[in-house]
């Protein structure tokens, strides 16, 4: 039995539901031997208007079933992007969405216009919820103002889908997610990194150069399917879930959980073909529980 | 020093010295773990591993036929194309794991092969040769010179280096254009994370997986890159 894995997410009419998450997949041209048959959408390594190095090493360490990083949002700014990735990108048969930072409203603006109308760019995502940058990023994302004015700023500058993607550093994620979607967001993505930190006892110093990192993994599953299931009880536009997604009955808990559909991130360090086995499993499970569509999935999702 | 034996026949037929294979093992770590290919011998690849930690006692409790994940062959190797006659194999402790596939594709370019084998002291020597001339060097002078392998190398028309990034920082001092192989933190391998992030003088960071993890010595800058990384299982 053949599943109807289509979904339609914030504008766009996806293939199916599991997207690879901003920061983990590169811009897609870097591993050759990813399957890419199975993927919804991608969504490119977050991007500001000019290059940036980064931060210095060691970015990354590993934790109880988690990893912190603080990569510091390398990039080669919005040209570098223009003229390296999006070519490819509109050569490719699943859709890219740009994940855009600034340090103030008002640059994310001036991304969302630079990058509207070039062929390959199929919509945004913005993100309000970098822990590792020092201007902007998590500020923006923990204040329901904030997070409706870059969200305003965007949304007049572009009519391609945008989302928002949200940090779990808040009291209650509900207010930011009825923010941004009064703001004019088309879905948003939940949730981005907690804020963790890691000391190395013969240094006695932190473990990363940039003192905390997010935190992402199996770790943060329950605390990210709870999230995003706040937020997608709290608004109508749809959610797509993150938060340590390893396998399909990871990311079937998210999909019952009220979101529409998923972003893969960290399992794809680990296994470069996690998104099409994600893929798979969902169908799999669709099919022997006698569901023909993803759509006929039922959801736990009381309203507020 | 421990030796696991992989049969891998595409990355056997194809792995070149310095490049290395991004390893995941059930129970073991979330992240996989980089491993230099050590020597290949027909179908099968070979990786060296210390008994540090956890991930270690997993992977040395296997047995024959016990299944793992491989993923390789990653990063960009040393460079052994003719022209050089002679090459120094420069290696501290586990830092030899580039260097069996080093002296082969050396031997192949028509170079004359030196091995300096540096370590804390002979319990920690490599003993690897493979008929070439050997120096040996230990820092407690308890077999060969008394001292670092750098401070015992000879002249040779190109040097390659794996060892701690302190003594690789050592080797740049005195070859600017010794190709090194670096440790780092890894994520994925693959070039997508950005977590294996290496200093370069000339400002900003490429990736150990995929531009590196081998370098012109005097490329990196070693003021930033961490010197010593606890790993569990080191590559």
Redesign the interface.
């Known amino acids: 039995m053949t599943v109807d894995m289509a979904v339609e997410v914030g504008g766009l009419t996806l293939r199916g539901p599991v997207l690879a998450a901003s ?4 811009y897609g041209t ?2 050759p031997l990813l399957e890419r048959r199975a993927l919804g959408a991608m969504v490119s ?1 977050g991007i500001f208007l000019r290059p940036r ?10 934790t109880p ?3 912190l ?1 603080a ?1 510091g949002l ?1 990039g080669p700014g919005v040209e570098g992007l223009i003229r390296d990735y999006a070519p490819q990108w509109a050569q490719w048969d699943f859709p890219v969405l740009v994940n855009i930072n600034g340090e103030t409203a008002a640059e994310y603006g001036e991304l969302a216009a630079r990058l509207d109308g070039v062929p390959g760019v199929a919509g945004f995502e913005i993100n309000i919820s970098c822990p590792n940058v020092e201007q902007g990023g998590l500020y923006f994302g923990n204040d329901p103002r904030a997070a409706a004015a870059v969200t305003d700023a965007v949304r007049k500058r572009t009519d391609l889908p945008v989302w928002v993607k949200l940090t779990p550093m808040v009291t209650d994620i509900g207010v930011i997610a009825r923010a941004c979607e009064a703001a004019g967001a088309d879905a948003l993505s939940a949730i981005n990194t907690f804020v963790g930190m890691s000391i ?1 006892l ?1 240094t006695r110093q932190p473990r990363l150069s940039f003192r905390t990192g997010g935190l992402s ?2 770790a943060i599953r329950p605390l990210a399917v709870h999230l995003a299931h706040q937020a997608a009880r709290a608004v109508s536009i749809p959610v797509i879930g993150i938060g340590g997604i390893m396998g399909a009955e990871d990311a079937l808990e998210f999909l019952v959980a009220g979101c529409a559909a998923v972003q893969v991130g ?1 399992a ?5 073909n996690a998104i099409a086995e994600v893929h798979d499993g969902i169908a799999a499970y669709l099919a022997s529980h006698g569901f023909a569509s993803l759509a006929e999935l039922p959801r736990y999702l009381p309203r507020d | 020093m421990f030796v696991l034996s992989l049969d891998a026949p595409p990355i056997a037929n194809s792995v070149r010295a310095g490049q290395f294979v991004n390893l995941g093992w059930s129970p073991g770590p979330l992240l996989r773990r980089p491993f230099s290919v050590y020597r290949t011998d027909g179908d099968r690849i070979e990786v060296i591993l210390k008994a540090v930690g956890a991930g270690t006692s997993q992977l040395l409790s296997m047995t024959a036929r016990d299944t793992i994940s491989c993923l390789g062959p990653l990063g960009h190797g040393f460079e052994l194309s003719t022209g050089p006659r002679s090459v120094a194999l420069v290696s501290g402790g586990l830092g030899v794991a580039p260097m069996p596939l080093a002296a082969r594709e050396a031997r192949a370019a028509g170079m004359s092969v030196t091995w300096v084998h540096g370590a804390r002291s002979v319990d920690e020597l490599c003993s690897e040769a493979d008929g070439d001339e050997v120096i040996w060097a230990t820092d407690d002078g308890s077999r060969g010179f008394a001292g670092t392998a750098v401070s015992a190398m000879p002249e040779t028309d190109i040097v390659l280096a794996c060892g701690p990034n302190r003594m690789l920082a050592a080797v740049a001092m005195r070859w600017p254009d010794a190709q090194v192989a670096v440790e780092t933190y890894m994520g994925c391998g693959t070039g997508v994370c950005l977590g294996c992030a290496v200093p370069l003088e000339r400002g900003g960071y490429d990736r150990a997986c995929k531009e590196g993890p081998v370098y012109r010595a005097a490329d990196v800058d070693w003021s930033v890159l961490p010197a010593q990384l606890p790993y569990a299982v080191g590559a």
């Open positions: 920061g983990t997949f590169g870097e591993v390594k190095a980064g931060t210095p090493p060691p970015r990354i360490v590993e079933s988690g990893m990083n990569i390398q190395d013969n993994g199996p960290t794809t360090f680990v296994n470069p």
